[in-house]
């Protein structure tokens, strides 16, 4: 009785682990886009407020949010 008390207990713990795993992986994260677009422009010490490039990507990025 005790043991199966332990092993139900502990499937729970594991089954947790994995679902806050799943959701941190859905999070939103910066795209490959950006990471591209922010690597070049810290590489090239350029202002992202003045890469085109970038202004596109923040253009994007607020309709796609909506503002």
């Not at 941190?24 to 795209?31: D, F, Y």
């Amino acid at each position: 009785m005790m043991m199966a008390l332990m092993v139900a207990l502990l499937a729970l713990l594991v089954g947790g682990i994995v679902a806050v795993q799943a959701l941190e992986r859905r999070a939103p994260v910066l795209g490959e886009e950006e990471r591209r677009a922010n690597a070049l422009r810290v590489a090239q010490g350029r202002d992202r407020r003045s890469d085109p490039g970038w202004l596109e990507l923040e253009r994007r990025r607020r309709e796609r949010l909506g503002e």
